[in-house]
């Protein structure tokens, strides 16, 4: 997992959004249990943020130098399919 949590260093903040309680959140929740340790251990620089809020779809927001900034949704999507599309988004630069 260390490999796959090496951020990019063009990634300037990783930030979460989604919803404490609901449902649809559940796989979000669950994936920065186990995982939000091991991201921070390995890029203590990064600002890892999470972002709850009632009833919101759960997205990842990727920002980049010079402003730049992607979002993947992740409604819908069960725990490891989530940690690979955050894998990509991290280690991707724009």
Same mark, same amino acid.
């Given at each position: 997992?260390?490999?796959?949590?090496?951020?990019?260093?063009?990634?300037?903040? *990783? #930030?979460?959004?989604?919803?404490?309680?609901?449902?649809?959140? +559940?796989?979000?929740?669950?994936?920065?249990? @186990?995982?939000? &340790?091991?991201?921070?251990?390995?890029?203590?620089?990064?600002?890892?943020? *999470? #972002?709850?809020?009632?009833?919101?779809?759960?997205?990842?927001? +990727?920002?980049?130098?010079?402003?730049?900034? @992607?979002?993947? &949704?992740?409604?819908?999507?069960?725990?490891?399919?989530?940690?690979?599309?955050?894998?990509?988004?991290?280690?991707?630069?724009?």
């Amino acid at each position: 997992m260390a490999s796959k949590y090496g951020f990019a260093s063009q990634l300037k903040e *990783l #930030r979460f959004l989604f919803c404490q309680t609901s449902e649809h959140s +559940a796989a979000t929740r669950n994936f920065l249990t @186990k995982s939000y &340790p091991t991201m921070k251990k390995h890029n203590p620089h990064t600002p890892i943020m *999470l #972002r709850e809020a009632s009833n919101v779809e759960p997205k990842v927001y +990727a920002r980049y130098e010079f402003g730049k900034e @992607k979002m993947i &949704p992740l409604k819908g999507l069960d725990d490891k399919t989530i940690e690979s599309r955050v894998t990509q988004l991290v280690k991707t630069p724009i």
